[in-house]
């Protein structure tokens, strides 16, 4: 039996090392391929190996910019099972003098493939600093709700709306995207949430934490989930999903 609590937190750990190591190879091998980091802001593209991501790292760049090396401000352990792990950080950027240069809140989505444990996928939040985000939360919160009793009622278009594309949900070794409104399909299955908070939140996104109840005609289960919600463009959609079983056991 593994410490799911220790494999958590070492797998964010070697993420943030083999970041300052500067060695693109040694990071790539701390995460989970095909992989994935949807945030509020800019392209979100898929790397479906690690060769095709360690390309497009660029050292040179961020070190230009005045970095020297990255710490974690805060990192807990949010959501467990033996095949899936939600964590939860926020890391800064510092120079060489120690002036912080960057600040960044995450959710990570940490898988275990083949044996292997690794970060799937990050789901960037916008740092805020002290402004204040409870405005946003409020929105994220009703957003969610409209989004579960559109599921609810089998509302499809309804659901599709409330997307932001491309809309990702993330798998122990895949992840499901769909480009564009017309490739998004929901289940017919009922959605109960016993409980949503925010997990981070700035003013362009946030991540919320709920515990649901999934009932079809398997039965009910219980699920828990982290999702990103951001502002793209001037429209508020869901941007990404990781579901896990808290009941999984290594023989499912």
Same mark, same amino acid.
């Given at each position: 039996?593994?410490?799911? /609590?220790?494999?958590?937190?070492?797998?964010?750990?070697?993420?943030?090392?083999?970041? #300052?190591?500067?060695?693109?190879?040694?990071?790539?091998?701390?995460?989970?391929?095909?992989?994935?980091?949807?945030?509020?802001?800019?392209?979100?593209?898929?790397?479906?190996?690690? /060769?095709?991501?360690?390309? $497009?790292?660029?050292?040179?760049?961020?070190?230009? @910019?005045?970095?020297?090396?990255?710490?974690?401000?805060? $990192?807990?352990? !949010?959501?467990? @099972? #033996? $095949?899936?792990?939600?964590?939860?950080?926020?890391?800064?950027?510092?120079? $060489?003098?120690?002036?912080?240069?960057?600040?960044?809140?995450?959710?990570?989505?940490?898988?275990?493939?083949?044996?292997?444990?690794?970060?799937?996928?990050?789901?960037?939040?916008?740092?805020?600093?002290? /402004?204040?985000?409870?405005?946003?939360? @409020?929105?994220?919160?009703?957003?969610?709700?409209?989004? !579960?009793?559109? !599921?609810?009622?089998?509302?499809?278009?309804?659901?599709?709306?409330?997307?932001?594309?491309?809309?990702?949900?993330?798998?122990?070794?895949?992840?499901?995207?769909?480009?564009?409104?017309? /490739?998004?399909?929901?289940?017919?299955?009922?959605?109960?949430?016993?409980?949503?908070?925010?997990? =981070?939140?700035?003013?362009?996104?946030?991540?919320?934490?709920?515990?649901?109840?999934?009932?079809?005609?398997?039965?009910?289960?219980?699920?828990?989930?982290?999702?990103?919600?951001?502002?793209?463009?001037?429209?508020?959609?869901? =941007?990404?999903?990781?579901?896990?079983?808290?009941?999984?056991?290594?023989?499912?």
């Amino acid at each position: 039996m593994i410490d799911l /609590e220790q494999t958590g937190l070492e797998a964010v750990d070697r993420f943030i090392t083999s970041w #300052n190591s500067r060695d693109a190879k040694k990071w790539a091998e701390s995460l989970q391929f095909p992989h994935v980091r949807p945030s509020p802001f800019g392209p979100i593209e898929i790397s479906p190996t690690a /060769e095709d991501y360690i390309s $497009k790292v660029d050292f040179q760049r961020v070190i230009e @910019s005045g970095w020297d090396h990255s710490e974690w401000d805060y $990192k807990r352990l !949010v959501h467990l @099972s #033996n $095949k899936k792990i939600h964590a939860v950080g926020q890391w800064s950027r510092y120079n $060489k003098i120690g002036e912080v240069i960057l600040t960044t809140p995450i959710t990570y989505i940490v898988t275990c493939v083949n044996g292997n444990w690794g970060i799937q996928s990050r789901f960037g939040s916008d740092y805020a600093g002290d /402004e204040d985000t409870s405005g946003f939360e @409020s929105r994220a919160f009703r957003h969610m709700d409209a989004f !579960v009793n559109s !599921v609810n009622n089998q509302n499809q278009e309804a659901c599709r709306e409330l997307l932001n594309y491309p809309h990702c949900v993330i798998h122990a070794g895949s992840i499901q995207m769909s480009g564009t409104p017309s /490739e998004f399909r929901i289940s017919e299955a009922k959605i109960t949430v016993e409980s949503m908070m925010a997990l =981070q939140s700035g003013i362009h996104s946030a991540n919320l934490a709920m515990d649901i109840n999934i009932s079809d005609h398997q039965g009910i289960r219980s699920r828990q989930v982290v999702a990103l919600i951001t502002d793209r463009n001037g429209h508020l959609g869901i =941007q990404s999903w990781s579901t896990l079983d808290p009941n999984e056991t290594d023989e499912e």
